[in-house]
């Protein structure tokens, strides 16, 4: 007897079932669904070469309700009924490609600038200042509006990735947090090389990382470069801690000890790259402070005589050359591309994108596919986010019915990911369709909303391990690092306001006296 699970049944082109019977026991043998084997599949039409067999293949089957939701839950914030039936009608690979051709809807970044003109015009004030919640309304307007779900989600996965937060100088200041985030949207299908060099000269993580304005060594004052940004850009953005194989497991020395990718030495010798960096609207090196709201949206320009000189020593032995005169926006494009040609990269990004999309525990097998296709898209590109991204929803463990019978397998969805499922499965709508939400109580419930982490390891850290089974089979869990009373408590207090009272968003004015 052969029983598919209703949660991930397909609806199948072809799947043949044979029954072996004989007098002592009977056996079910199911050929399709990637059971092909030795088999040889011919048709009786002219057809593309190697159409045949696909016939025995998982890929193109449309999915039904159950297995079209299950999809969606990974590849995006939040969905509703229609969205199922979309997709179950389109397939998840013809989906995946119509969402990556879809553009940003907009600009968090103009969004923000007009709910700041219309703060100025109706105050008749060219000086009055924005307000940070402008940018929680720009980004909770962008995602009830629009329908590019899977940028969405790409781009909320790299913002985990690459952190900045609230708690930080810049704590009121919409026009940063808008243009970063416009950032991920704009490279979520694009290269992962060209996303690092865009966030390296971004003025938020400049300040955030506290290396806008780091000068290069001066011995009679005793200060030497700001290791912050090198430190993070290694640990967190690219290659991680030890030295790992492209399945993404470590790499261990002759006594069983975890092999460092990187030392105090190597992170010394990139502070040297990212000195000089300054604010890009300034002409002058030094000045902290930002001129203007628009000196966040601008890249951090070089100032070359306040930048390291001299060789720098990098990763795998490779050495930035003593340019003369100095160059520091070379040494950086050195920089970047030796740390992005490390073999960590695949592996390391690799993994993060699948804890943050699909399962928190992928296996080696898994880790290495989806690698494999980071490092070569098949047509010799390193990096290309849009193959890595249809590589990790397309893998057969992500859509497989048997992997929910792996313990192993799976996540947590994080709370705030949930609050937003819940107001695109009750359709939430104005009558304006305007929609203005500081978020400020699933943050007060949960302690999550976007640009708001404690630190830059993101709300949760990607090798957390609760204590109970997962700590004893070895596993991580990453989102149970917010999981806690006052975080379940929190939680059902908001959907008692968030549904039972049907108040599911925190709005302010955007000025003092705003008619209602």
């Known amino acids: 007897m052969v029983q598919i699970s209703p949660g991930c049944s397909w609806t199948l082109l072809y799947v043949f079932f044979i029954t072996v019977i004989n007098a002592q026991n009977q056996q079910t043998v199911i050929l399709g669904m ?60 013809d ?30 004030d060219p000086d009055a200042g924005p307000a940070i919640h402008m940018w929680d309304y720009a980004w909770w307007q962008y995602h009830v509006t629009s329908n590019d779900v899977l940028r969405q989600r790409i781009a909320f996965a790299l913002s985990e990735i690459f952190v900045i937060s609230r708690f930080s100088g810049f704590a009121n200041q919409p026009y940063a947090f808008a243009d970063f985030y416009d950032m991920f949207m704009d490279h979520a299908f694009g290269n992962y090389r060209d996303l690092m060099e865009a966030v390296t000269y971004h003025p ?9 304005n780091n000068p290069k060594t001066d ?45 105090n030495n190597d992170i010394a010798e990139f502070s ?53 005169p100095v160059d520091g926006n070379a040494d950086v494009d050195d920089a970047l591309d030796n740390i992005f040609n490390h073999n960590n990269v695949p592996p390391f990004v690799s993994t993060l994108l699948i804890k943050r999309l699909v399962t928190s525990n992928p296996s080696p097998g898994y880790v290495q596919r989806v690698a494999q296709v980071f490092a070569d898209n098949g047509n010799g590109v390193r990096g290309d986010l849009t193959a890595v991204v249809k590589a990790i929803l397309l893998d057969p463990v992500a859509r497989d019915c048997a992997s929910a019978e ?11 990911i949930r609050y937003v499922q819940v107001n695109k499965a009750f359709d939430v709508s104005t009558l304006s369709g305007n929609h203005r939400n500081a978020m400020d109580y699933v943050q007060e419930y949960v302690g999550q909303k976007p640009n708001t982490s404690p630190s830059v390891f993101n709300f949760f850290q990607q090798d ?30 908001g959907l008692y306001r968030w549904i039972v009272k049907d108040n599911p968003a925190d709005e302010y004015d955007l000025y003092s006296g705003e008619p209602k």
């Open 406 to 416: 792996n313990i192993t397998f799976g996540m947590l969805r994080e709370p705030f």
């Open 272 to 324: 040297k790259i990212f000195t000089g960096l300054t604010w890009g609207d300034r002409d002058v090196f030094g000045k902290n402070n930002a001129l203007h709201d628009t000196s966040y949206v601008m890249p951090m320009q070089m100032f070359n005589e306040y930048h390291e000189p001299g060789e720098k020593h990098l990763l795998n032995n490779t050495t930035v050359i003593d340019r003369n």
């Open 204 to 212: 938020a993580m400049g300040l955030y990382l506290t290396y806008i």
């Open 464 to 493: 957390f391990q609760p204590i109970g089974p997962v700590e004893q089979l070895d596993l991580v869990a990453p989102e149970f690092q917010i999981t806690n009373t006052q975080s379940i408590t929190g939680y059902i207090n």
């Open 34 to 93: 990637g059971n092909n084997t030795n088999i040889t599949v011919e048709s009786s039409h002219a057809t593309i070469s190697g159409i045949d067999s696909q016939t025995l293949l998982q890929d193109g089957f449309l999915p039904n309700l159950n297995a079209a939701s299950r999809f969606l839950g990974q590849a995006t914030l939040g969905y509703n009924m229609e969205d199922i039936e979309y997709c179950a009608q389109t397939g998840v690979e």
């Open 95 to 124: 989906w995946i490609e119509e969402q990556v051709a879809l553009p940003p809807a907009l600009s968090f970044l103009d969004k923000v600038i007009e709910y700041h003109q219309y703060r100025m015009d109706s105050l008749g």
């Open 219 to 263: 011995t009679i004052a005793n200060t030497y470069p700001d290791e912050n940004y090198a430190r993070e850009l290694m640990q967190l953005f690219s290659l991680g801690i030890n030295t790992l194989n492209m399945d993404g497991t470590v790499q261990v020395d002759t006594s069983g000890q975890p092999i460092p990718v990187y030392d």
